[in-house]
């Protein structure tokens, strides 16, 4: 019978957005799976996102919103912060406008359950429909296309999850045994409402069963079935990882050239500019060598100037009291001069009167 798969579909971060996210947006060029018809991979559906970059960033930011609301203790390098489900088409040969229909509201009804913010995003893989001979009915079928959508598991948003057990993201809080039933309850009424009977209906008839199921005819080779589909899934993650480590080693080499690069244009750049400095000290110091010159000149030039002017009028001051000396000694000869005379007459005078006087020296 029909039923919503949860088996295997725990992811980390890094396996989220570097395997399963490249894969359902298919923008790997080569598959592991051969049933992948990507001539008819535009019959694809399409939900919550259009491109894998905008899955990985929307998956990228709901976490970081989550672990901010709800900050964990500790993050572990394996801590599972989505799971994948797979939602088959009920049964095969299904009127295809009706079965979009069926997707488009089981898409809806994800949300609804998980809360929107935390269904990252849906896809409808019709690409992967092909012919197969069941080994049962030794009939040839028609594989059922599925619904792949990816779920963050905030616990707080969860109306299934009890209010002790509400931790933010947790997967194993969020995981529960009674979670696939849950789902398919929900998908029972979806079905209902589009084809008019029951998502699962309790029978185990070939028609009822998954893609994977119609495929195996024993209980033995659906178990060697899974354990090939894990080894297989292991080994396209493995490849994958590969692929993006690779992808990194390219990029680091790459990064390594450019960092050497402009380590290389860095050291030129010094160079230069010791270079330019060492030329600048020159330049400054001859021009300031020459200016100081010009003004060691000037400055001498006016002691000069100065010294001259002091010198003159220094000597006009020196001639002028000079001069005034001069004619204080002359004014002293005259004045000596003219009392001698005066006394010379005196002295006349007294010889003409009969007494004699000496004359002064």
């Given at each position: 019978?029909?039923?919503?798969?949860?088996?295997?579909?725990?992811?980390?971060?890094?396996?989220?957005?570097?395997?399963?996210?490249?894969?359902?947006?298919?923008?790997?060029?080569?598959?592991?799976?051969?049933?992948?018809?990507?001539?008819?991979?535009?019959?694809?559906?399409?939900?919550?996102?259009?491109?894998?970059?905008?899955?990985?960033?929307?998956?990228?930011?709901?976490?970081?919103?989550?672990?901010?609301?709800?900050?964990?203790?500790?993050?572990?390098?394996?801590?599972?912060?989505?799971?994948?489900?797979?939602?088959?088409?009920?049964?095969?040969?299904?009127?295809?406008?009706?079965?979009?229909?069926?997707?488009?509201?089981?898409?809806?009804?994800?949300?609804?359950?998980?809360?929107?913010?935390?269904?990252?995003?849906?896809?409808?893989?019709?690409?992967?429909?092909?012919?197969?001979?069941?080994?049962?009915?030794?009939?040839?079928?028609?594989?059922?296309?599925?619904?792949?959508?990816?779920?963050?598991?905030?616990?707080?948003?969860?109306?299934?999850?009890?209010?002790?057990?509400?931790?933010?993201?947790?997967?194993?809080?969020?995981?529960?045994?009674?979670?696939?039933?849950?789902?398919?309850?929900?998908?029972?009424?979806?079905?209902?409402?589009?084809?008019?009977?029951?998502?699962?209906?309790?029978?185990?008839?070939?028609?009822?069963?998954?893609?994977?199921?119609?495929k195996i005819g024993s209980a033995k080779i659906l178990k060697q079935k899974k354990e090939l589909k894990k080894l297989k899934d292991i080994i396209e993650?493995?490849?994958?990882?590969?692929?993006?480590?690779?992808?990194?080693?390219?990029?680091?080499?790459?990064?390594?050239?450019?960092?050497?690069?402009?380590?290389?244009?860095?050291?030129?750049?010094?160079?230069?500019?010791?270079?330019?400095?060492?030329?600048?000290?020159?330049?400054?110091?001859?021009?300031?060598?020459?200016?100081?010159?010009?003004?060691?000149?000037?400055?001498?030039?006016?002691?000069?100037?100065?010294?001259?002017?002091?010198?003159?009028?220094?000597?006009?001051?020196?001639?002028?009291?000079?001069?005034?000396?001069?004619?204080?000694?002359?004014?002293?000869?005259?004045?000596?001069?003219?009392?001698?005379?005066?006394?010379?007459?005196?002295?006349?005078?007294?010889?003409?009167?009969?007494?004699?006087?000496?004359?002064?020296?």
């Amino acid at each position: 019978m029909a039923s919503v798969q949860f088996d295997g579909g725990k992811h980390t971060t890094k396996q989220a957005t570097s395997g399963h996210i490249p894969h359902d947006f298919r923008e790997r060029d080569n598959y592991s799976n051969t049933d992948i018809d990507k001539s008819r991979t535009h019959l694809n559906q399409y939900f919550g996102c259009k491109t894998g970059d905008e899955a990985r960033s929307k998956l990228k930011k709901r976490i970081a919103e989550c672990d901010a609301m709800h900050p964990p203790k500790r993050i572990k390098q394996d801590r599972k912060t989505s799971i994948e489900i797979h939602i088959p088409a009920p049964r095969e040969d299904l009127d295809d406008k009706k079965l979009r229909e069926f997707f488009e509201r089981s898409y809806t009804e994800l949300e609804n359950t998980f809360g929107k913010e935390n269904v990252i995003y849906g896809v409808t893989h019709f690409d992967e429909v092909h012919k197969y001979l069941d080994p049962q009915d030794k009939k040839v079928h028609e594989s059922r296309a599925g619904l792949h959508a990816v779920i963050i598991p905030f616990t707080d948003d969860m109306s299934f999850v009890s209010d002790d057990k509400k931790s933010g993201l947790n997967m194993n809080n969020f995981y529960k045994k009674n979670l696939p039933n849950i789902v398919n309850n929900k998908l029972d009424i979806v079905c209902n409402e589009v084809f008019g009977f029951d998502f699962q209906d309790g029978s185990k008839t070939a028609n009822k069963q998954t893609v994977e199921q119609l495929k195996i005819g024993s209980a033995k080779i659906l178990k060697q079935k899974k354990e090939l589909k894990k080894l297989k899934d292991i080994i396209e993650h493995d490849k994958d990882v590969v692929d993006d480590l690779k992808i990194e080693y390219d990029s680091y080499q790459l990064d390594l050239t450019d960092l050497k690069a402009r380590e290389q244009a860095l050291f030129d750049r010094e160079q230069a500019f010791e270079e330019e400095k060492a030329k600048y000290y020159a330049e400054t110091k001859k021009a300031l060598e020459i200016k100081y010159k010009q003004k060691e000149d000037a400055l001498n030039e006016s002691v000069e100037y100065y010294k001259e002017q002091l010198e003159a009028e220094n000597k006009k001051k020196l001639n002028a009291a000079l001069k005034e000396q001069v004619d204080s000694v002359k004014q002293f000869k005259e004045w000596r001069c003219k009392e001698r005379t005066e006394q010379a007459d005196e002295v006349m005078q007294g010889s003409n009167s009969g007494f004699s006087r000496e004359l002064p020296i």
